[in-house]
């Protein structure tokens, strides 16, 4: 069992999807730590997602809005927080294509409660949680930490944003901080909008698989526990105010993603739609994590595996996804998806009577 400098550490939205991997990783790799998971428990903040470790005496769950001073202020106080891990964020590009709002309130409003509160408790290091996509589209080569920022959809400036108070936080008052820019990250508990668990929980319902445009975008797909190992190692070792890329290098295209998928789980490329474009898709996102790298860091799993293994895990957790997908989600994808793939079976001429979800 490995040794950390900081005893107590405070993870926003800790009961999503990389967050909430992030502390069973932390709590398995370091005995000594305590961990304050502060999570407003909106559609996509899952309890299920850490029941396992309810009962352990170094997690405690508070449930609150990294928008809201008080809460805020009420978990720093309760470890008392050293660190500060931030999760807590909107992150679907097509529903911040739907509502924008919230991911202004969220992301940046949020983010700037978090760092002032931090800051007026003395934390010692903070850890801003971002994104890829704030580079916006990288049409060639790959996006190094100093390139300009050109966010091109309301959720990537609202990282953008973030990312700009937090640097701003680290050169007006000397607060030591540290962002992290993740690739698309794959692996359990991963709410099913995103295209991974999406596509995997339809193909196991033998429901379409919406393919946007032509399916030629490009993303790079990092497995969860590499992206979680990345955020441990910046946290002890990434010198303060710096910026660090987290990715596989490896390119792959969403219809690579819904052919692999169809793949491992022996389905049919009948399942295949292409369905109309998202507004502004970003064609490509790349990233050159060298920097990363200079610390130790390199990936564990490939595309295949990361897929692999995260196919498994949802094959085998039918009870965690199933109930995610009624309610909110049926919602959600009916005003997304659904006059979408009635085009697209349109277009086809395979005529009506096919169930759309
Ligand atoms: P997504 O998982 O939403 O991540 P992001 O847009 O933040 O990178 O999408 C990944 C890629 O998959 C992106 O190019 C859009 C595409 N995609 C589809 O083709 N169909 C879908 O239903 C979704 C959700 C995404």
């Known amino acids: ?97 739907l509502s924008p709002g919230v991911f ?34 990288v049409l060639t080569g790959r996006a190094r930490e100093e390139d300009p920022l050109r966010p091109h959809n309301p959720y990537a400036a609202s990282k953008a944003g973030a990312e700009l108070l937090t640097q701003a936080y680290y050169a007006s008052f000397g607060f030591p901080t540290l962002i992290t820019r993740g690739a698309n990250t794959i692996g359990p508990y991963q709410y099913p909008e995103k295209i991974v668990p ?70 049919p490329p009948s399942l295949l739609r292409f369905v109309q474009d998202r507004p502004g898709h970003d064609r490509r996102y790349a990233v050159d994590a060298s920097k990363l790298r200079g610390l130790g860091w390199e990936p564990v799993y490939g595309f295949q595996e990361a897929l692999a293994q995260t196919v498994q895990w949802y094959v085998a957790n039918e009870p965690w996804w199933r109930p995610l997908k009624s309610g909110e989600f049926q919602a959600y994808y009916l005003q997304q998806y659904g006059e979408r793939l009635r085009q697209a079976l349109l277009n086809t001429g395979a005529g009506g009577g096919q169930r759309l979800g």
Not at 200 to 210: S, V
Request: glycine residues 10%; aromatic residues 8%.
């Open 1 to 97: 069992m490995s040794e950390l400098a900081w005893r107590s550490i405070l993870v926003t939205g800790g009961c999503g999807f990389i967050g909430s991997n992030f502390i069973r990783y932390m709590l398995g790799r370091y005995q000594n730590l305590q961990v304050v998971n502060l999570d407003k428990l909106t559609y996509c903040g899952n309890l299920a997602n850490l029941v396992d470790l309810s009962g352990d005496p170094r997690y405690i769950f508070v449930q609150g809005d990294i928008a809201r001073p008080e809460d805020v202020k009420r978990a720093l106080k309760l470890g008392p927080a050293e660190v500060v891990v931030n999760f807590a964020a909107e992150t679907h590009v097509d529903r911040a294509l």
């Open 104 to 137: 202004v309130q969220t992301d940046v409003f949020g983010t700037y409660t978090l760092l002032e509160a931090a800051r007026q408790c003395g934390v010692k290091r903070y850890l801003q949680v971002s994104s890829d996509e704030v580079y916006g589209p």
């Open 198 to 267: 999406l596509f995997i929980t339809n193909a196991l319902d033998d429901l379409p698989l919406p393919v946007y445009g032509n399916g030629g975008a490009v993303r790079d797909y990092l497995y969860v526990t590499d992206h979680c190992r990345a955020v441990d190692l910046v946290l002890q070792r990434g010198e303060p105010g710096e910026i660090y890329n987290v990715g596989t290098g490896q390119e792959i295209t969403g219809i690579q993603v819904a052919q692999a998928i169809l793949e491992l789980l022996d389905k």
